[in-house]
T-cell receptor, first 113, second 112 residues
Framework: DGGITQSPKYLFRKEGQNVTLSCEQN?????MYWYRQDPGQGLRLIYY???????QKGDIAEGYSVSREKKESFPLTVTSAQKNPTAFYLC????????????FGSGTRLTVV | KQEVTQIPAALSVPEGENLVLNCSFT??????LQWFRQDPGKGLTSLLL?????REQTSGRLNASLDKSSGRSTLYIAASQPGDSATYLC???????????FGTGTRLTIIP
């Protein structure tokens, strides 16, 4: 079955460490996105990529980095510069073009300990 | 900048009732609008995608309407069931870019 796989499901990070969240899709979608979800707030866009080897900052990119070396993969690194990284992270993909919707993964819950 | 509001923030209704969830957005220049369902601790499941040229979209007991000029969309759920309990999110896709903007959602509880 086609879909988006996020791993790990749960991730614990110590203060000062960088961690990388994985997002893989086999839907042959061009565009991929990372969102952050906090309690009581809507999803906020961190980074997005519409083609391989290119990506753009979203609304809250500070303290995060991404790469898009393959169409299927869009990993997100949460760096030590991110002051409040504890959150639920969601990856999504879509076909570039206006008539198509987004498909989301099952999310990664990151906790700083 | 697009802003999305969903009212009410929470809703509890007895099983079997019909209900309406509301979504309003500030910028009517959109390509389409997507309704999602989110269960606790889970990802988002797409329910309906309604294009800017459409007025309605239906899937089973769900019906979404879109009034782009007034910046409003509604999700109608018929004959509600306990399994419908979840948070419902709407997200318009802005004209000129590929990004969705989300509201904070409506948390729906269906009482058996």
């Amino acid at each position: 079955d086609g879909g988006i796989t996020q791993s790990p499901k749960y991730l614990f990070r110590k203060e000062g460490q960088n961690v990388t969240l994985s997002c893989e899709q086999n839907l042959n979608h061009d565009a991929m996105y990372w969102y952050r979800q906090d309690p009581g707030q809507g999803l906020r866009l961190i980074y997005y990529s519409q083609i391989v080897n290119d990506f753009q900052k979203g609304d809250i990119a500070e303290g995060y980095s991404v790469s898009r070396e393959k169409k299927e993969s869009f990993p997100l690194t949460v760096t030590s510069a991110q002051k409040n990284p504890t959150a639920f992270y969601l990856c999504a993909s879509s076909i570039t073009g206006t008539v198509y919707g987004y498909t989301f993964g099952s999310g990664t819950r990151l906790t700083v300990v | 900048k697009q802003e999305v509001t969903q009212i009410p923030a929470a809703l509890s209704v007895p099983e079997g009732e019909n209900l309406v969830l509301n979504c309003s957005f500030t910028d009517s220049a959109i390509y389409n609008l997507q309704w999602f369902r989110q269960d606790p601790g889970k990802g988002l499941t797409s329910l309906l995608l309604i294009q800017s040229s459409q007025r309605e979209q239906t899937s089973g007991r769900l019906n979404a309407s879109l009034d782009k000029s007034s910046g409003r969309s509604t999700l109608y759920i018929a004959a509600s069931q306990p399994g419908d309990s979840a948070t419902y999110l709407c997200a318009p896709r802005d004209f000129g870019n590929e990004k969705l903007t989300f509201g904070t959602g409506t948390r729906l509880t269906i009482i058996p």
